[in-house]
């Protein structure tokens, strides 16, 4: 069975400071890993996602994540917070590409000014 | 491109009725459409998966009689909550996947269902 977990329900950072959001999986096999982003009350907007090659994923609005078979990690970062960045934030992971997708409880990142 | 929408974005009922949300794929033909909920500050949970043409496939725990899909074409999955009550009051949101999208789901922007 796969799972994910997330570390930090809440993630506070300054305007302007590193985010970094951390995923932790299990998977029996080699996973395809997703962050996910939402805004109050909106779907879900894909942020970046592995599936192989490279380990270091560049996505959108600055976010890159980095997949480490080692730590069984999948932890989001983004240089420099902007107040937009403000949302709730799914880790997420799969089988594969045509599996179904399993949600991590999600980390709500708080950006003080 | 790869946009999903639903309808209705919010819906209050009474309780011991039926509602149906619709989840379309404006631009793409969904061959999978999946269906989930969400309660306040929680993860989304897989409800079912629905392929074109055939019957859904749903998670364990989830009541197949009361949370009736219908996936009739590439382009529309349906959702009835039947005989809702107000433990069903939650945030529904479906996503689909199509052909030659790189596996990837796209999701809608979710209803808001309120039972009273």
């Known amino acids: 069975a796969q799972s994910v977990t997330q570390l930090g329900s809440h993630v506070s950072v300054s305007e302007g400071a590193l985010v970094l959001l951390r995923c932790n999986y299990s998977?029996?096999?080699?996973?395809?890993l997703f962050w996910y982003v939402q805004y109050p009350n909106q779907g879900l907007q894909l942020l970046l996602k592995?599936?192989?090659?490279?380990?270091l994923v560049k996505g959108i609005n600055g976010f890159e994540a980095e997949f480490k078979k080692s730590e069984t990690s999948f932890h989001l970062t983004k240089p420099s917070a902007h107040m937009s960045d403000a949302a709730e934030y799914f880790c997420?992971?799969?089988?594969?590409?045509?599996?179904?997708?399993?949600f991590g409880k999600g980390t709500r990142l708080h950006i003080l000014p | 491109g790869a946009v999903v929408s639903q309808h209705p974005s919010r819906v209050i009922c009474k309780s011991g009725t039926s509602v149906k949300i619709e989840c379309r794929s404006l631009?793409?033909?969904?061959?999978?459409m999946f269906w989930y909920r969400q309660f306040p500050k929680q993860s989304l949970m897989l409800m079912a998966t629905?392929?074109?043409?055939?019957?859904?496939?749903?998670e364990q725990g989830v009541e197949k009689d009361k949370f009736l899909i219908n996936h009739a074409s590439l382009t529309l999955s349906t959702l009835t909550v039947t005989s809702a009550h107000p433990e069903d009051s939650s945030f529904y949101i479906c996503?689909?996947?199509?052909?030659?999208?790189?596996?990837?789901?796209?999701f809608g922007p979710g209803t808001r269902l309120t039972v009273t």
């Open positions: 996503s689909a996947r199509g052909f030659g999208l790189s596996g990837e789901q796209y």
């Open positions: 592995y599936t192989t090659g490279a380990t």
């Open positions: 631009d793409f033909q969904a061959t999978t």
């Open positions: 998977s029996s096999v080699p996973p395809y």
């Open positions: 629905s392929n074109e043409g055939s019957k859904a496939t749903y």
């Open positions: 997420a992971v799969s089988m594969n590409r045509d599996d179904k997708i399993i």
